[in-house]
Each structure stands twice: as structure tokens, then as C-alpha cells.
């Protein structure tokens, strides 16, 4: 097997075993940056000389007896709204990009890589402050799906997405505030979670909704990513959004099954959004549920309030704590927002106090809607979309505020919710499932994904992009 095509725990072993070093994995994962980034778009900065010096250090601490941690010579993407000590953080902005400097110091996911042992290769493309969207006059992106050039690879953490499935990083770290790591990672067919609400800190990472915000992991398999969660997982006193709770092992037990769990299919939000679905979504949420009752899991139905009451309120709090961030630039100089955020600001700006306090009040009625839920199942399993990657040039400054989006209502309950592979559907392009858990159950949801990823995932296969 190629360098390239190693997963995260395949690499670590194999450096730490001294099969292969850090420098020989970091050249290759360069060349692929070069390559492959640029006909993606999904790369925003590179510098391959801090990279291979951080390598041979990582080398060097390993001849001498010192091993970093599980990810020693491990490269990873980093989404550009996250700070790297030396790299700017351009968020995708004209405001910012060319502008800022380089950050002084890594932010708390990106620290907590380092000290797991891990390299960054790279900052990944992002929409503009992760929410402007594939906006082609921006200084970096957008990103293409390495599935098929003409489709979107979704998200703002597109490039994280992108980067991961084309096998530049065998992992990326991408931020989430209405489904930006779930959107990507379903779209590029990856195993992507959005952690607990407070599970990771966002300290260092530019602000979207602060209510909202979610860091977590984006990888090829689920192993990889229940490892990359234990690396950036646990309590920051700086972020006042972070959760004092207990971090467990989220590979322990992983391939522990799910025989004797109960699992409620999300049937009602399917019934919903009845003559909006493509078959291809709900082909994928059949063989999900099916592929967990052949592992002995127990599946029902689950009804709740309708997905588009959970839809308008992530809505309402995203755009109104967006404007609040980029109030001042917004009112002094519009112009240098691009078109899709400048237009997702303006309906910011026009959210009274009383839109937020109801969408407040029933955030909080949702919460405990899922709380209930969760005394009647384990587990729930929901639609990751509306339909599988889009065509990129039907993408447009309206298409957020008219689209379906599943992912979000998450974003409003905090719920931990992890993206799972169900292998490519008819027409080549990724299919995949939500798995949704308690909130700091992460370990289960990656049971359940594990089930999925082995009997549908097809994680052999490739697109044809990443051997080229």
C-alpha cells in the first residue's frame, strides 16, 4: 500500500515502528498538496519548508526515545478560520487574507494535535468566515468534490473535506455551526463528527455563532476518527462555551457492535420533507437501519417537531450572532464581504431581539424534545441531506436561506452527531447517514458508525483523482 493511502493508525504505527519516517510520509503528503490541492482548489496555505522541518524534528525526537503521542508524524489539514502559530489565518476573506499577519500562537484543537504528535501540512480552504459560501471572488477556493470536479464538496470546511477524500491529509480538523463538518464529510464520503457542545474547545478558532460553534475531526475511517477526538478533546477554562466532563477512550469498545441497542430511525423529518428528497438519500437511510438490524440493534421510529421548526431557529440564532461578529465591517464597508456573505449579514441585520428570544425559547423546548428522546432510544439515525453533492455552479448567494438543511437542527439541541459512509450511491457520488447520540456519547455513535462503515462504507474505494 502507497504512503498516501494509509489511514491515520496505519501511519502512526507505522512511523512509531520505524517502517517509514515522518519526512518520507510528509514529502509525499506535499506532493499531493501541490498536485492535487491546486486542481481542488482546497489548499489555502502551504509552506513546505516549516513542514519537513517539523518532520525531521519529529524524526529526530523519535531516534532519540521521545514519542510525542498516538499521532507522531501524523499530517493534518487544518480548516483557515483555526490559528497556526507562523500561518495567517485567512478566513477566506478579503478582509483578513494578506492582512492579519501570522497568528502568535496555535489555537486549543491545533496545540492539542501538536502534542498528540501530529504535523500540520497544511491550512484548508474555507468559505469566507465559514459561511460566505463557494464564493468563486474570493481570495482562496472554492473548493472542488474530488468525487466529481463539477459537484460541491459542501460546508464551509470544504477543503478539509476535499483534502481528506483526495488522500493530501489522512485527516483535517473542520468547524461546524449548521453542518459544516457533517455537509463535507457526507458529500466527500468521510467519516466526519460534530462533537458534544463544549466537548472541544473553539478557543483560536474565528468566531461564527458562538452558541452554535463546533470543532471536531474529519477523517477516512471511523478508527481514525474516534482518535483524532480523543487528541483534541477536554476542558478549556478559556473558552466559556467548554464542558468540564470526563473524556473517555472514544476507540475503546469501537468495534464493540451494537447488538441490544435501539435505534429510532428519524421517520417523521423523512415524511417532512416529503417531495424534496432524492432517492438516493433515502436508499442510504434504508441500509444504514438495515445494515444496524442484521447487527442486531434494535430499530424503531422516531416522531418530533417538524424538521423545518428546527431548521428556522438554527437559522435565526446563526444569522443574528453572525451580524453581531461582523457588525462594525458590515455597516462601515460592505464591499469587501463577498456577495453570499454580504447577503446572509444583511437578513443578520434585519433579525429583531424578540426573533432571537423565540428562537431562544425554542431552542431550549427542542433540547428537551431530544432529551426525551434519548429515555426511548440510544441511538437515532437521520437523513444527512436532501440529496447527494450538488452540481457547484447551482450553488448561490440565496441557496442557503431557500435549501433543506438536516444538519443544523444539531447545531441548536448541541447533540454530539457523526457523519457515516454508505459507500457511493447510483450515480457514483458519496452516500451517507447521521448518526445522532446523547450528548458526550460519541463513543456509542462511533459503534453504530463502524457498523455502517464495515457493511456499506466501502472504504477500498477511492476517486479516481486521488491516483492521479
Known amino acids: 500500500m502507497e504512503i498516501w493511502q494509509r489511514t491515520v493508525t496505519a501511519l502512526a504505527a507505522d512511523i512509531r515502528d520505524g517502517r517509514i519516517t515522518a519526512s518520507e510520509v510528509a514529502r509525499v503528503s506535499l506532493d499531493r498538496a501541490e498536485r492535487l490541492g491546486t486542481r481542488l482548489r482546497s489548499i489555502a496555505t502551504l509552506d513546505p519548508d516549516r513542514v519537513l522541518a517539523e518532520a ?46 501570522p497568528a502568535a500562537a496555535d489555537c486549543v484543537v491545533v496545540g492539542r494535535l501538536r502534542a498528540a504528535g501530529a504535523i500540520v501540512l497544511a491550512k484548508t480552504e474555507t468559505h469566507e468566515f465559514a459561511i460566505g459560501g463557494p464564493d468563486p471572488t474570493l481570495p482562496t477556493g472554492p473548493a472542488r468534490n474530488p468525487w466529481n470536479l463539477d459537484h460541491y464538496p459542501g460546508g464551509s470546511s470544504s477543503g478539509s473535506g476535499a483534502s481528506v477524500a483526495a488522500a493530501i491529509v489522512p485527516a483535517a480538523v473542520g468547524t461546524d455551526t449548521g453542518g459544516s463538518i457533517r455537509i463535507p464529510s457526507a458529500y466527500c464520503g468521510l467519516a466526519g463528527m460534530k462533537p458534544t457542545y463544549g466537548r472541544v474547545s473553539r478557543r483560536g478558532i474565528s468566531p461564527l455563532a458562538w452558541s452554535l460553534d463546533h470543532a471536531g475531526p474529519m477523517t477516512w475511517t471511523m478508527t481514525d476518527n474516534a482518535l483524532m477526538l480523543n487528541a483534541i478533546s477536554g476542558y478549556d477554562a478559556g473558552d466559556p462555551g467548554s464542558a468540564a466532563a470526563r473524556v473517555p477512550d472514544f476507540l475503546s469498545g469501537i468495534d464493540a457492535g451494537v447488538a441490544g441497542l435501539r435505534i429510532g430511525v428519524m421517520a417523521g423529518w423523512v415524511e417532512d420533507c416529503a417531495g424534496r428528497l432524492s432517492p438516493e438519500v433515502t436508499a442510504a437511510l434504508d441500509a444504514a437501519a438495515g445494515a444496524l438490524r442484521a447487527a442486531g440493534a434494535e430499530i424503531g421510529e422516531w416522531r418530533g417537531s417538524p424538521v423545518q421548526d428546527f431548521i428556522a431557529v438554527n437559522r435565526v440564532m446563526l444569522l443574528a450572532e453572525a451580524f453581531t461578529v461582523h457588525e462594525q465591517d458590515f455597516r462601515t464597508r460592505p464591499g469587501i464581504f463577498g456577495p453570499f456573505l454580504r447577503e446572509r449579514l444583511a437578513v443578520g441585520a434585519l433579525l429583531s431581539a424578540a426573533d432571537y428570544i423565540q428562537a431562544l425559547r425554542r431552542r431550549q423546548e427542542m433540547i428537551a424534545e431530544f432529551a426525551a428522546a434519548f429515555r426511548d432510544f440510544d441511538l437515532l439515525l437521520c437523513l444527512s441531506g436532501a440529496s447527494d453533492a450538488p452540481v457547484a455552479a447551482a450553488q448561490k448567494p440565496g441557496t442557503m436561506l431557500s435549501g433543506l438543511n438536516l444538519t443544523g437542527p444539531f447545531n441548536v439541541t448541541g447533540n454530539p452527531v457523526l457523519s457515516a459512509p454508505c459507500g457511493p450511491d447510483a450515480g457514483g457520488l458519496p452516500a451517507s447517514v447521521q448518526i445522532v447520540a446523547a450528548p458526550f456519547q460519541e463513543a456509542l455513535a462511533y459503534r453504530a458508525g463502524r457498523v455502517i462503515e464495515r457493511a456499506l462504507g466501502a472504504r477500498d474505494l477511492r476517486p479516481d483523482i486521488a491516483f492521479s
Open 56 to 101: 525531521a524534528a519529529a524524526d529526530a525526537d523519535l531516534a532519540a526515545g521521545r514519542l510525542r503521542g498516538p499521532l507522531h508524524g501524523v499530517p493534518v489539514g487544518i480548516k483557515d478560520i483555526c490559528d497556526v502559530a507562523g500561518y495567517e489565518t485567512g478566513n477566506g476573506s478579503r478582509l483578513t487574507t494578506g492582512q492579519s499577519g
